[in-house]
């Protein structure tokens, strides 16, 4: 059966490419339903869902979340074959760093959290210090965007017990108190910047990604992946007792990898962390550098360690 691109005027040529090519490699055969039962599953599933268009930036004019309704008049396939294209592109193309913002103000939270998510990331809100600090001490955030006036607990405590409790992401405080001497002791206590209100997204914004460039505060120098150590401090990396020679890019991409042994790392957040850019190249200058790396670090032993997972990024773990 040949596949009609879709007739929605919304998507892009590069949008309808990936559907294209996501629904041809889950269905094989392609099974149909009656016009009739068609007609009325989309009309019923038009009646509860709502438009909404997510543009991820100016070229590529993903959806956010492709509903169902807007493609289903040209590919005529059953739910179920949809639901598992849609997942999939999903999963591929809306991975996002999370952030977690603990203000007890609810404007400027809603504030913070519009603008992060418009900006590619994925943020929590807790609106006071008791529910902060636990979301901070058992979530997974890559930052903490934290106030030090809070009910039941202070960004001061809470920064404090983090830090006690081994917790070392990287937390920036976003407050009113503009004194020198709070400025000092935010910084002294562990924090990696400080932000006085009333403040600039834009600026808010430069100073999370420098943060997050910058990777933990506190790091291991030696990383060890099974049979793989790296001396960050050295720049020395060894497998099997054998000396790998690696330029400076291939060492940091490992050491990318290293870092978030067992994740997988995106091609977006590789490029931010190696080469410190911010877009999309529109070169495969990450791939020329991984098989160069590969050939290094995996091609002269029986086990590989750097997995590709294709669609997202490279995972560095022992299988």
């Known amino acids: 059966m040949v596949i009609a691109p879709p007739r929605n005027e919304t998507m892009s ?29 989309r009309t019923a599933r038009l009646r509860c869902q709502r438009e ?29 074959v949809m639901k598992a294209a849609a997942a999939t ?18 404007r400027t939270a809603a504030h913070l959290q519009k603008g992060l998510s418009e900006n590619g990331f994925t943020a929590d809100v807790a609106y006071d210090g008791f529910e902060g600090f636990e979301l901070a001490r058992t979530g997974d955030y890559a930052l903490i965007v934290l106030d030090v006036m809070l009910p039941h607990r202070d960004g001061w405590t809470i920064l404090d017990e983090l830090r006690r409790a081994g917790v070392m992401t990287p937390v920036l ?11 000092i002791k935010g910084l002294e206590m562990g924090a990696d910047d400080y932000l006085v209100k009333p403040y600039s997204f834009s600026e808010l914004l430069a100073r999370v990604r420098t943060i997050l460039r910058r990777g ?13 150590e790296i001396d960050t401090r050295r720049y020395r990396v060894v497998r099997q007792g054998r000396n790998l020679q690696l330029t400076r890019r291939e060492f940091l991409l490992l050491t990318c990898l290293a870092r978030s042994a067992g994740e ?18 529109g070169t495969d200058i990450v791939e020329a550098t991984m098989r160069r790396l590969r050939a290094k670090v995996d091609d002269p032993f029986q086990k590989p360690l750097i997995h590709n997972v294709r669609g997202i990024g490279y995972v560095l773990e022992s299988r």
């Open 13 to 41: 040529p590069w949008v309808r490419k990936q559907l294209y090519c996501r629904l041809e490699a889950c269905c094989s055969p392609m099974v149909c339903e009656p016009a009739e039962s068609r007609y009325a599953e």
């Open 52 to 80: 909404d268009v997510y543009h991820a930036n100016a070229d590529r004019r993903l959806p956010r979340k492709l509903q169902f309704h807007q493609f289903d008049r040209s590919f005529h396939i059953l739910p179920s």
């Open 89 to 106: 592109i999903e999963v591929t193309f809306m991975t996002a760093m999370r952030l977690l913002i603990i203000e007890d103000e609810r």
């Open 173 to 183: 405080f976003l407050t009113a108190r503009d004194r020198v001497e709070d400025r």
């Open 216 to 228: 933990p505060a506190m790091q291991e120098e030696v990383l060890q992946i099974a049979d793989l």
């Open 264 to 281: 997988v790392v995106s091609r977006t957040r590789i490029v931010e962390q190696v080469w410190d850019i911010n877009f999309d190249t």
